[in-house]
């Protein structure tokens, strides 16, 4: 008798301390777990209360009545009495402890309760009209009005507003550039006047008559010195001549000079009508350019918003639908929502957001690794995107990723693609799936030791609430180390109260147990104790094999059979325990019972952080696969399997 056996590869991980009992999915939140002493208190910050104080305290209690009855007791009735007072200050002491524990527990229990609340009821708010009260839709009717009149008016976005001041500044340039060639040809004019021929002939013509007049006074004198009344007939004589020569002259300067003048003021006006032409071809220009500009801006009625057209008169039912993303943002404040809305339609204008699943980052085959959307969807539909930051912990990776300002550009710009990736997941309808499930996996991140890390992912965290609202429906924080608390704390002032509602932390022993809550096991992946594997589409996938779960409970054993009656048929199985740290082994046995058992996995111990275990068998002969699970914990555990017969 011959058989096949590929058995898997042993664990070399350490087996870490038994996680808290696993809570049923199908346990209601309301209802408080009966508190046992070893229940493991919560890591929550919120729901950790620690009761070690207050029964210290009341053992102290104790202690003191006790020494002071003994102290009083002076006698043997003195004692006895001293020791029904210090009975009595026992119980009393006991009754108070034992209240303050249930305080404590309560408290516990009532955090517990809590996160079982925000963890299971993981429905959507209703985008159905019917559905909201009174305030939220007249909010809704607020925001249509505003945004129906914004666009109408070409308002809404911001293209004019810009196209307006460039306009304004071409135009003022122009402006500027026109008074400097009209005040240097002003300055050209007067140039050429002073040099002018016309003007040179009328300067010397002015000092020759001066020169006439020293010459005539000269003569006069002369002649009254010798003849009186000779030289006052010759001073009449000289002075008729002179008017009659000044007259002469000055008739034929003014004549010049109003030739000039004319022939200036017909070439002031026709650089006047000159100017008149080209002010009227430029601002001909000007009305062309601000009519191409007005087209260019042209009242659009079809802008959309992720596929979603933003104008309520179209009558999209999607439209409320965005709508309300940005009024439950802002808490139904329409105003707030409204300013919301225009400032991501700014954003994501001048980031090129709409074009940014067309791009080829750079460095994507380092980035892909850090955020990725996952075919998989959750138990009620939600596409599942993953963040994964222990890849930073590579320095050289670390420093090629974010290293630099333009390199954490890249990271951010990846993180928004694969956001716009998921968004073509949405359905946009009423009622139907519209946001997304985030599952951030902090194993071994380097946080706290690299600033620029830090500082980009409170950039992405900041962008994305600004500009993406509503579009998580959970974001789910796994193997959280202890410092992120810390971390949360000073982000938490910076998040809205909607956005903090949407996490949920888990540690390491409680990842498998937390997100199965929100995915199904063959949707999960194998490192988180799913039995989703890459590989296994023709296998499992194709052929929509169920997956089995059954409870293992403390202390016992199981065996799980699978039947094979056909003979020469290779079985393949795969099977995880949340939590595993218990015995398993398997084997073949015969229906013949002549024939011998196969061991196909010998015993061997699974440890707690053990991904699902995936094997094979090809049989010889009809009989039935045994898998053994045995339980030497104190816990209850969920066992997860599937098999196939290919």
Known sequence: MSSEVKPEDTSKSTPSPAPAPSVAPTQAPSVAPTPTPSVAPNPTPSVAPNPDPVVDNGAKGVISTVVAAMVEAGDKNKTEEAAKLTEEAVKKETKETEKSVDVAVEKKEEGEAKIMEKTVSFKEESNLLSDLTETEKKALYELRDKIEDAILTNTLLPVEAELEKISETVKQVEDDGKKQEESKNITEEKGDKEKSPEMVEVKEKTHAAEEKKVEVKEKTLAAEEEKKVEVKEKTLAA??????????????????????????????????????????????????????????????????????????????????????????????????????????????????IDTILEEDIPGADDLRGTAYMDTAVDRDGHPICYNVYGVFADQELYTRMVGSEAKT????????????????????SPGSVASILQITDLKNTPWVSKKELRVAMSRAVNLLQDNYPEFVAKNIFINVPFWYYAFNTLLSPFLTQRTKSKFVFARPAKVTETLLKYLEPAQL???????????????????????????????????????????GVNTVWEISVVGWDVEYKEEFVPDNADSYSVIVLRGKKYGATHDAHRNSFKNQESGRLVLTIENNTYKVKKVLYRYTVK
């Not at 002010?279 to 979603?308: P, S």
């Not at 940005?326 to 707030?336: G, P, Q, T, V, W």
């Not at 590989?535 to 059979?561: N, P, R, W, Y």
């Open 239 to 352: 002075e008729e001549e002179k008017k009659v020569e000044v007259t002469e002259n000055t008739t034929a300067a003014n004549g010049e000079k109003s030739i000039e003048v004319k022939e200036k003021a017909k070439e002031t006006e026709e650089k006047k009508v000159e100017a008149k032409e080209k002010e009227a071809v430029a601002t001909e220009e000007d009305k062309k350019v601000e009519i191409k500009e007005k087209e260019m801006v042209e009242v659009d009625k079809d802008i959309m918003l992720w596929g979603v057209p933003l104008l309520p008169s179209k009558g999209s039912e999607s439209t409320n639908v965005i709508l309300l993303k940005f009024l439950r943002a802002r808490d139904f404040k329409s105003k707030d929502a409204f300013e919301m809305l225009k400032k991501t339609l700014q954003w994501r204008k001048e980031n090129k």
């Open 409 to 428: 550009e890249q990271f951010l710009r990846w993180g928004f693609q694969v956001m716009e990736k998921g968004i073509q997941k949405l359905d946009f």
């Open 525 to 567: 992946p194998v490192q988180y104790g799913g039995l989703r594997r890459q590989d296994s589409m023709s296998e499992f996938e194709a052929k929509t094999t169920t997956v089995c779960e059954l409870s293992l409970k403390a202390g016992t054993t199981e065996h799980i059979e699978i039947p094979v009656k056909e003979i």
